[in-house]
């Protein structure tokens, strides 16, 4: 660790502390530290240092890559630098971020992490020295000699001999005059394109190289300007080299101007329209999905994830387009309302095998409509925020599997909140490759073509969501950016946006105790408040029509759709159709005539056509005419001539059909086939119990088990918080270590002896558990023994606390 590290991290203020937590919130992630020495462990590492460099703005990476060229050629950094550039703005930004260091001297140190995430700054390779040391006496000798050198030197005298003739522009540019035609043009790819390359005219490192004539990559590599860097073909130009090549005269731009996203005036009711029209489609197909998945799970692929062939199946029924799917699928997965169900295992001669048994939505989902529907759009678009992808993004071009397992690189949630830092309050945005460009200046370490296409996915799904309407933020997506954490900001360079919750940055999705499930903690309040008006406009009535149709004039209430799903088909374009199966699949379903009738008629803009009453009644009068009890089964009916008529029926005959009385007719086949054959030779039976009474046809709900990462979600320490409890903790000593196993075995007197040491060993070798402690269920990490009792770090309140040992009384699964 750096010393020096630690000691700066000592003379910063609380609020500076906070500050930099506050941009380095994975510090404090998955459980914060304790003291400023795991701080400045944990500020210094290689991943930390690169997530923190990812959110940096591209003048700032360009001059901490200056600055660590500067190091490690020795040129002084204002040389470097172009004139007329206010580097001090940039090095405060890299300061608070603790990429760089002021020294009391001046000098600027860099994390120590720093060189292993920018292995190539500036496009330069490694240093001379470096590349050198790893080459053999005989080699750089001949390199010596056809650099103008005599004589037999020490490796050390020939290391520094070659250094000083290639690091001086004047003497390289007189050299690489009397190069072969073509050499230029060969350095300079390795000088502007990258300093390493693979030269495929050179056999790997060991083979046999017969002499051949001068080439420019061979005489490149005799004169030290390129070295072979591996055992197979790849030559790596070490640093000085190309800076020499460069030019005295070169000095490195600094793109501190944002490219612009150019906005115009639009009109807030066009913008609330647009959203509300999205918004209430989207909780009106969600609810049509998870319908449909509810009724017969949908099949996934053998690598998990849904198919093409299925998305557009679903997109056929739902009435949308592919990528409308394709997000709905992924959101509802993300909310916890849809999840793939329990595996089984085939065993076979040779092998088992595992088959998928599809998608179905989980228990997650009867909460959800429980929800108001603010509530519920809330929840959707919370998972739709915390998503790690882009459902509609392209990748070469074709679409990704929704539900499929998430690749790797940077989170589509990282370039979602930049995106919304840029986008305009009260404006509409002009071109949305603008927004793509002044992301990739905010994210330079995103290759820019992933940028852009994620940034171009994410202003396509706002709109699908109702967060974008008329190109402007709604009122929910304004909730969303307000909810922004400070370091994300939306002019350029400079302090953090005001108006930002310093206290809540990246990793505090949630403050301790707020609800989980959906219900939507934190942002989710804001963005179903700001939802209720849009979602006021939804239509609670319908005009039905004489064909037995009922149509919709705008989106329709959750309340308004439900009861039209129960007796009619959904038909594109906001029209149900009744038929007699749809009537009879509601009274099936328990509903009677009566109830329909009145549910219809509140739902009707206008008195119900007859026609549609005169449906229900026909098709009530006849449901029921036959029945089938669960013997074997049987038929029973009140007409001996219908019943004879079922027993002569050639398309029944599959039953192969028996009166047993007048009135009773056996079958061959079970309740389910029976119904089903009867209602396909057009009779309307209904089942009843072994007691004689109706059976509803409705079947119990199936359930997929609840994703781990669709439960409740552990509270985060706020960067203030975490600053505060450093603070008071900074001079208290690290307690000395003990094994756990005899501590519990000693105090843990509430728990019987198993159960000490199965807790001791998880929390040693695992470094959580969940225990019962004073009847709380809570899951404890990183703990420190305190004589009798222990701190640990508590996941649910996002709190060190100590526990008195004697007191756990139970160690959960």
Not at 57 to 81: M, Q, Y
């Amino acid at each position: 660790m750096d010393e020096t590290l630690l000691e700066w991290l000592a003379g910063l203020d609380q609020d500076r502390l906070a500050g930099l937590l506050d941009l380095r919130p994975d510090v404090l992630r998955p459980v914060p530290p304790r003291r400023l020495v795991a701080v400045a462990e944990r500020l210094d590492a290689p991943e930390s240092v690169h997530l923190a460099l990812s959110r940096t703005p591209l003048p700032c990476l360009v001059l901490a890559e200056t600055i660590l060229v500067s190091a490690r050629s020795g040129r002084p950094l204002a040389g470097l630098v172009g004139p007329g550039i206010d580097r001090s703005a940039l090095i405060d930004r890299l300061e608070r971020a603790a990429l760089v260091r002021r020294g009391e001297d001046g000098e600027l140190r860099l994390a120590a992490g720093l060189p292993a995430v920018l292995p190539t700054p500036l496009g330069l390779g490694p240093d001379l020295a470096g590349v050198l040391a790893q080459v053999t006496v005989s080699e750089l000798t001949d390199v010596f000699r056809r650099l103008g050198g005599t004589g037999t030197p020490r490796k050390a005298v020939l290391v520094e001999s070659i250094a000083a003739a290639l690091g001086d522009p004047d003497k390289l540019a007189r050299l690489v005059a009397r190069a072969p035609e073509g050499t230029r043009e060969l350095l300079d790819d390795f000088v502007w394109r990258g300093p390493a390359r693979v030269l495929d005219e050179f056999p790997p490192r060991g083979h046999h190289q017969p002499r051949r004539p001068a080439t420019p990559a061979r005489w490149a590599r005799d004169h030290g300007l390129v070295w072979s860097a591996d055992w197979e073909r790849t030559y790596v130009m070490p640093m000085e080299v190309a800076l020499a090549l460069r030019g005295a005269g070169h000095l490195v731009d600094l793109p501190v101007e944002r490219p612009p996203v150019r906005t115009a005036p639009v009109a807030a009711g066009h913008v609330a329209h647009e959203a509300s029209v999205a918004a209430l489609r989207l909780l009106d197909r969600a609810a049509a999905l998870l319908q449909a998945a509810a009724a017969e799970p949908l099949p996934e692929l053998k690598g998990g994830g849904v198919g093409v062939k299925e998305v557009r199946r679903l997109a056929d029924r739902l009435s949308c387009a592919d990528d409308e799917v394709r997000l709905l699928l992924d959101l509802t997965h993300a909310a916890g309302l849809l999840a793939a169900n329990a595996v089984t295992q085939v065993r076979t001669r040779r092998t088992t095998e595992t088959r998928r048994t599809g998608v179905s939505p989980t228990r997650g989902y009867d909460g959800w409509l429980e929800l108001s529907p603010a509530g519920r759009y809330a929840a959707l678009v919370e998972a739709w925020w915390r998503l790690p992808i882009s459902p509609t993004r392209r990748y070469d071009g074709k679409p990704r599997n929704p539900l499929a397992p998430a690749g790797s690189g940077t989170p589509s949630s990282v370039i979602r909140e930049v995106v919304y830092g840029l986008l305009p309050a009260g404006a509409a945005v002009v071109d949305a490759e603008e927004v793509a460009a002044a992301a990739s200046w905010h994210l330079p370490l995103v290759q820019r073509a992933s940028c852009r296409e994620v940034v171009l996915a994410v202003l396509a799904e706002s709109r699908l969501l109702g967060l974008v309407g008329a190109d402007a933020l709604s009122p929910p997506g304004l909730a969303l950016q307000a909810a922004l954490p400070a370091s994300v900001v939306h002019e350029g360079l400079g302090e953090p946006r005001p108006g930002g919750k310093g206290e809540a940055g990246p990793g505090d999705r949630r403050e301790a105790g707020a609800g989980g499930g959906g219900r939507c903690g934190g942002r989710g309040g804001g963005v179903a408040e700001a939802a209720e008006g849009l979602l006021a406009v939804a239509r609670q009535q319908a005009l039905f029509g004489t064909d037995l149709t009922a149509v919709v004039t705008g989106p329709p209430a959750a309340a308004l759709a439900e009861v039209l799903d129960r007796a009619a088909d959904r038909e594109p374009g906001g029209t149900w159709r009744f038929g007699p199966s749809s009537v009879r699949r509601a009274l099936d379903a328990g509903h009677t005539a009566a109830d329909l009738v009145t549910a219809l008629a509140v739902a009707a803009a206008g008195p119900l056509p007859q026609p549609l009453t005169y449906l229900i009644q026909d098709v009530d009068r006849r449901h029921g005419e036959i029945g089938v009890l669960p013997v074997g089964c049987c038929v029973v009916g009140d007409d001996p001539a219908l019943l004879a008529e079922l027993a002569a029926h050639r398309r029944l005959a599959k039953l192969r059909p028996r009166l047993l009385a007048p009135t009773v007719l056996a079958s061959a086949l079970d309740p389910a086939q029976t119904l089903a054959l009867l209602r396909e030779a057009g009779y309307a039976p209904v089942e009843h119990t072994a007691d004689g009474s109706l059976a509803v046809a409705a079947a119990p709900p199936r359930r997929a088990p609840a994703r781990p990462a669709a439960r409740r979600e552990p509270a985060v320490l706020g960067a203030a918080r975490a600053a505060a409890w450093l603070a008071r903790t900074a001079g208290e000593p690290a307690p000395v270590f003990h094994g756990l196993r005899e501590v519990f075995t000693r105090y843990a007197t509430g728990l019987p002896p198993k159960a000490r040491e199965r807790v001791a060993m998880e929390l040693q070798y695992h470094g959580t558990a969940r225990i019962v402690y004073d009847g709380e269920d809570v899951t404890v990490s990183a703990p420190e023994v305190r004589g009798a009792d222990l701190d640990v770090w508590c996941h649910e309140s996002a709190e060190f606390r100590r526990l008195d040992l004697a007191r756990i009384t139970k160690v959960l699964t």
